[in-house]
Every structure is written in structure tokens, then in C-alpha cells.
């Protein structure tokens, strides 16, 4: 099945303990996103990677870290978690980044909460 | 930079009627535009878009967009309203990146 799968799924944690949240999709894509989704902001994007070893900020890039050492992988990095970074994180992948015409595939989301 | 808006927060609509979600749109060039559907406890699913053509585009589970470049308006619609359509809608363009709305609630009532 085709798919983007994220995990954890839910986290707790605490202001500064370092954390990753996984990405991957079976799909072949090329390019790959992290959003975050707040009430009322809609899904902003943190970062995006048109292929492997090319990422680049989207609108809210502080805070986080991204790499895309392999075309089906795409952590997201949070070296000291803040409460302002809880949130729900989507990741998501489309064929082709250079192309605007393709749609996006969502993961199923990562519900983080930093205490 | 591009940008999308959803203007309303909460659409209401009884189940058999017509709705419409609405969007409008701020872009330099030629927009690329998309609908996607957010269902409780889930991630996003893509329903339709816009990239050139036929100003009127059909998508998933009956939805209609209509893309109007004099409004810089891109609404969405479906002729007979499900109480299963109640879901979160979200607006969006294509830059380097993609950009949302905040979103619309629908609601269908029986």
C-alpha cells in the first residue's frame, strides 16, 4: 500500500530533551515536507526537500532540523523542544518537487506535547 | 509570496443541500491551486486542483472547484451536501513549498 508513515504518533516530553520524529514513504517521491498545524493557522510548512541531500526553510523553520540522507526518509529533528513547538506535525511527500502540479500525501500525524 | 484565504471559519449546511467552501487566492504568475480534506484524527487527503484549463474542476467524492481569475477566487462545491462531508477543508497554493488556509469546519446536519 502506498503510504507515508510517521512515528511517534503521540509524544510527551520535556522543554530540552532532544527528540526526532521519523518520516518515511514508500512511494518513490522525490519531494518530502514537514508541516505543523496549529487551531486556527491552518498547516504552515517547517521545511522541505526537493530530493536527496536538498532541503531547504519553509515559513517556520526555527526550532527544528531537518536532513534527507536517503529518497524515502525525512526526520525532523528538535534539538531542545520548547511548549511553543507543541503541536500536530504532518509529513508529507509528492512525485516530484520541481513540478507544482503534483498533489501532496499526508502521514497520519505526530501529536507532540512539550512540557 | 502566494498566499490563500479562507474567509470563513465554520460553514453550516443541511444534508441534500448545496455547499460551498470558499477560498481566495493572492499569487504573482499562474496560480497552482488545491482542496484538501481533513477528517478527524487524520492526516490531509488531497481532493482536487487547479493548474491550467477548464475553469471548473471535478474532483473526489463529488466536488466541484470553480477557479475564477477576475475574483481570485477558487470555491469549492458539491451539489447535495453528506453528513459525512462534515470534515475540516483546507485551501491551499503551491509556491516552492505549499501554503494553506486556516481551514473551514463543515458541518452537515441531518
Known amino acids: 500500500e502506498a503510504q507515508v508513515t510517521q512515528n511517534p504518533r503521540y509524544l510527551i516530553t520535556v522543554t530540552g530533551k532532544k527528540l526526532t520524529v521519523t518520516c518515511s514513504q514508500n512511494m518513490n517521491h522525490e519531494y518530502m515536507s514537514w508541516y505543523r498545524q496549529d487551531p486556527g493557522l491552518g498547516l504552515r510548512q517547517i521545511y522541505y526537500?526537493?530530493?536527496?541531500?536538498?532541503?531547504d526553510k519553509g515559513d517556520v523553520p526555527e526550532g527544528y532540523k531537518v536532513s534527507r540522507k536517503e529518497k524515502r526518509n525525512f526526520p525532523l529533528i528538535l534539538e531542545s523542544p520548547s511548549p511553543n513547538q507543541t503541536s500536530l506535525y504532518f509529513c508529507?511527500?509528492?512525485?516530484?518537487?520541481?513540478?507544482?502540479?503534483?498533489?501532496?500525501?499526508f502521514g497520519p500525524g505526530t501529536r507532540l506535547t512539550v512540557t | 509570496a502566494q498566499s490563500v484565504a479562507q474567509p470563513e471559519d465554520q460553514v453550516n449546511v443541511a444534508e441534500g443541500n448545496p455547499l460551498t467552501v470558499k477560498c481566495t487566492y493572492s499569487?504573482?504568475?499562474?496560480?497552482?491551486l488545491f482542496w484538501y480534506v481533513q477528517y478527524p484524527n487524520r492526516g490531509l487527503q488531497f481532493l482536487l486542483k487547479y493548474i491550467t484549463g477548464d475553469n471548473l474542476v471535478k474532483g473526489s467524492y463529488g466536488f466541484e472547484a470553480e477557479f475564477n481569475k477576475s475574483q481570485t477566487s477558487f470555491h469549492l462545491k458539491k451539489p447535495s451536501a453528506l453528513v459525512s462531508d462534515s470534515a475540516l477543508y483546507f485551501c491551499a497554493v503551491r509556491d516552492k513549498g505549499m501554503r494553506f488556509g486556516a481551514g473551514t469546519r463543515l458541518t452537515v446536519k441531518p
Open positions: 526537500s526537493m530530493n536527496v541531500e536538498v532541503t
Open positions: 508529507a511527500s509528492s512525485l516530484n518537487g520541481l513540478a507544482a502540479s503534483y498533489e501532496q500525501y
Open positions: 499569487v504573482s504568475g499562474n496560480p497552482y
